[in-house]
C-alpha cells in the first residue's frame, strides 16, 4: 500500500504571507495526487488534481506541483478563508487502494 | 447542480451494525463510481472502498474487508454503505463522495461530497 506523509503538521502563517504544503508518497504515484481542503464541519474540498490542475472554481492563488513521489501546493498570498486543513491523496492505484496524508493545518501566525 | 444527501447520524451498540445512506442528484447517477471515506473525531480522512453504482462491482480498502458491504438502489438513485460488528473504532463521521469526470476521463478524486453520517459507537 502506498503511504502518504504530509509536512509540516501545522503551518503558521499571516494573512498575505505565502504557504508550502508538502506531500510525499512511499512509491511512484506519477501525477496522480490530488488536495483537498476542509474547515471545521464541513466535507473536504477538491482543489487540485493531476498535481497541478485546479479543481472547477479554486482560485488561481492554491497551485500544485511534483510528480512522482514529492509534491508541493502552494497558496500564494493567504486569505482569511484560507485557514484550514488541507490533505493529499494518491489514486494511481485506484483499482486496489487510495490513500491520503495525515493532513497539514494552516492556522493564522 | 450535483448533490449527495446522506442519512442522518446515529449511536450504536459494539457488535451491531450501521447502515448509511447516500442519495444522489443533479447528474446521471450510473455514470460516476461513488466512493465512501471516514473521518474519526480530530483525526484525518480514511478511505472506506467505492461502489460502481450502474453494476454493483465494488473494492473496499483491506482494513474493511469482511465487515463493509456498498449496494446501490438506481431506482431512487442510492447507494449504501454497510459496516458490522462495530467498535469504538468505529466511531467516525462517514462521507460518500462521487468521483470527477471530465473531458470523457474519470479519477478517483472527489468534486462533490455528501453532508457527512457520524456515527458513535458506545455501550
Known amino acids: 500500500e502506498i503511504a502518504m506523509t504530509q509536512s509540516p503538521a501545522t503551518l503558521s502563517v499571516s494573512p498575505g504571507e505565502r504557504a508550502t504544503l508538502s506531500c510525499r508518497a512511499s512509491?511512484?504515484?506519477?501525477?496522480?495526487l490530488a488536495w483537498y481542503q476542509q474547515k471545521p464541519g464541513q466535507a473536504p474540498r477538491l482543489l487540485l488534481y493531476g498535481a497541478s490542475t485546479r479543481a472547477t472554481g479554486i482560485p488561481d492563488r492554491f497551485s500544485g506541483s511534483g510528480s512522482g513521489t514529492e509534491f508541493t501546493l502552494t497558496i500564494s498570498s493567504l486569505q482569511s478563508e484560507d485557514f484550514a486543513v488541507y490533505y493529499c491523496q494518491q489514486y494511481k492505484d485506484w483499482l486496489r487502494t487510495l490513500t491520503f496524508g495525515g493532513g497539514t493545518k494552516v492556522e493564522i501566525k | 447542480q450535483a448533490q449527495l444527501v446522506q442519512s442522518g447520524a446515529g449511536v450504536k451498540k459494539p457488535g451491531t451494525s450501521v447502515k448509511v445512506s447516500c442519495q444522489a442528484s443533479?447528474?446521471?447517477?450510473?455514470?460516476?463510481?461513488i466512493h465512501w471515506v471516514r473521518q474519526a473525531p480530530g483525526e484525518g480522512l480514511e478511505w472506506v472502498g467505492w461502489?460502481?453504482?450502474?453494476?454493483?462491482?465494488?473494492n473496499y480498502a483491506k482494513n474493511f474487508q469482511g465487515r463493509v458491504s456498498m449496494t446501490s438502489d438506481t431506482s431512487i438513485n442510492t447507494v449504501y454503505m454497510e459496516l458490522n460488528r462495530l467498535t469504538s473504532d468505529d466511531t467516525a463521521a462517514y462521507y460518500c463522495?462521487?468521483?470527477?469526470?471530465?473531458?470523457?476521463?474519470?479519477?478517483?478524486?472527489?468534486?462533490?461530497w455528501g453532508q457527512g453520517t457520524m456515527v458513535i459507537v458506545s455501550s
Open positions: 512509491q511512484s504515484v506519477g501525477s496522480n
Open positions: 443533479g447528474y446521471t447517477f450510473t455514470m460516476q463510481y
Open positions: 463522495a462521487r468521483e470527477f469526470c471530465s473531458g470523457g476521463n474519470c479519477y478517483a478524486v472527489f468534486d462533490v
Open positions: 461502489i460502481n453504482p450502474n453494476n454493483e462491482n465494488t
